[in-house]
């Protein structure tokens, strides 16, 4: 028998812990678990069974898309990804794109963070979706 993995989490950088703390929570929904430091230097968040920690650094931040184009610092998978764009850009979330149907059959939506991660967000549809 072997170990189930219970959960997930991006890690991503940021230049001012606070802030992106507040947006996660604030603009995407997420709760703060723990931050550690005075101010917090790095902080785990979660929304239902989703994870994200965010670490200080004063080096720059590159995103991914940067090296690689259209690829996200941090990917969730949603139930109703039109629900979540209306909900994250009410409470004033930065758009990148979409909600979009993608050939690959997720209708998805990137939204930037305070740090310009490229945050994606998918709803797998099923093929009488498509």
Not at 63 to 81: G, I, T
Not at 88 to 114: C, K, S, W
């Amino acid at each position: 028998m072997t170990a189930r993995i219970v959960a997930q989490s991006s890690v991503l950088l940021s230049r001012d812990v606070p802030a992106a703390i507040s947006y996660w929570c604030d603009v995407f929904g997420f709760s703060l678990g723990n931050a550690f430091g005075e101010p917090p230097g790095f902080a785990i968040l979660r929304r239902d069974g989703a994870y994200v920690m965010l670490g200080a650094t004063d080096s720059p931040i590159v995103p991914r898309r940067n090296q690689r184009e259209s690829l996200f610092d941090a990917y969730f998978w949603v139930d109703d990804a039109q629900k979540a764009f209306t909900e994250m850009t009410a409470r004033g979330a930065n758009v990148d794109y979409g909600p979009d149907q993608q050939p690959y059959g997720v209708l998805e939506f990137g939204l930037t963070d305070p740090d310009n991660h490229l945050i994606g967000f998918g709803q797998v549809l099923d093929s009488s979706s498509s």
